[in-house]
């Protein structure tokens, strides 16, 4: 196993457009959508339009069938099972909702490459509506972030994910404002690629004094597996590297009780 987590957002990184816009639109309640936008929080919107589809007729099976048809660029899928056949831990976070990420990972082929799901809760209901529920219960335990929705809070997620992993090296891929937040906690040996001309993007750029990691953008597909691929190579390449030193430091150090050195380890086959 490789020392590399690999965190992807999903909507417009490991798929082309916004999961939740795309259902809304391909299901015919975008204008419903765009008089209710202003009146309440992004996630409790979705889970409003998905009562309205539902009074409407459409049932799970006309989501999951929309879900099926999401653009994604060619080269996504290779870049994704290549990171986790080089042996990277693959996680996603994400405010969409897992209904819509699950479905489509698994129509894609991909689910089983990702250790990991952080995103907003969905289910269906006895009477197969779906329902979407926030990450975080902002009304009764906000997060207390200004830089994110109050339903999540990516950095704290982030947080949680390298207190467990310690010294593993993290590349994040996104390219929401709510990717920047998540940038600001990565390390020095850390990378983040933002989407170029996307709001991470653009507050990256703005704020670059802040991010401590590795940037390099991106714009499709087929740079994202070049850049993504080329990082793991060479952090693979710098850790194996350091193991070596840190082997010969310890074939060549001295016994502390005889002042010999040790006998060299068997090499093995």
Not at 161 to 182: H, N, S, T, V
């Amino acid at each position: 196993m490789s020392g590399i987590v690999v965190v992807f957002d999903f909507d417009k990184t490991i798929i082309d457009v916004d999961s939740d816009n795309w259902v809304v639109d391909e299901l015919g309640a975008t204008d419903l959508f765009n008089q209710l936008l202003p009146t309440m929080p992004w996630n409790s919107l979705m889970d409003r339009m998905m009562k309205e589809l539902h009074t409407q007729g459409k049932t799970i099976q006309d989501i999951e069938e929309v879900l099926k048809r999401v653009p994604i660029h060619p080269r996504i899928v290779p870049a994704i099972k290549s990171a986790h056949a080089l042996g990277c831990d693959l996680r996603v976070i994400s405010d969409a909702n897992v209904f819509f990420i699950e479905t489509i990972l698994k129509h894609i082929g991909i689910r089983d490459c990702f250790s990991e799901i952080n995103t907003n809760p969905g289910y269906v209901d006895g009477e197969g509506r779906l329902r979407i529920l926030p990450y975080v219960d902002f009304q009764k335990s906000p997060h207390g972030c200004n830089l994110c929705p109050p339903n999540m809070c990516k950095g704290m997620i982030v947080e949680r994910i390298q207190a467990k992993e310690g010294k593993k090296r993290m590349i994040y891929l996104g390219d929401g404002i709510g990717d920047f937040c998540p940038s600001l906690k990565l390390r020095e040996v850390d990378f983040v690629m933002p989407r170029k001309d996307f709001p991470a993007w653009n507050l990256i750029n703005q704020n670059r004094t802040l991010v401590k990691a590795g940037v390099h953008e991106w714009t499709d597909g087929k740079e994202l597996e070049h850049i993504l691929l080329q990082w793991i190579n060479t952090i693979n390449i710098e850790e194996s590297q350091l193991l070596s030193m840190e082997y010969c430091k310890f074939q060549t150090k001295p016994n502390a009780a005889h002042g010999a050195l040790p006998r060299p380890l068997p090499v093995p086959y």
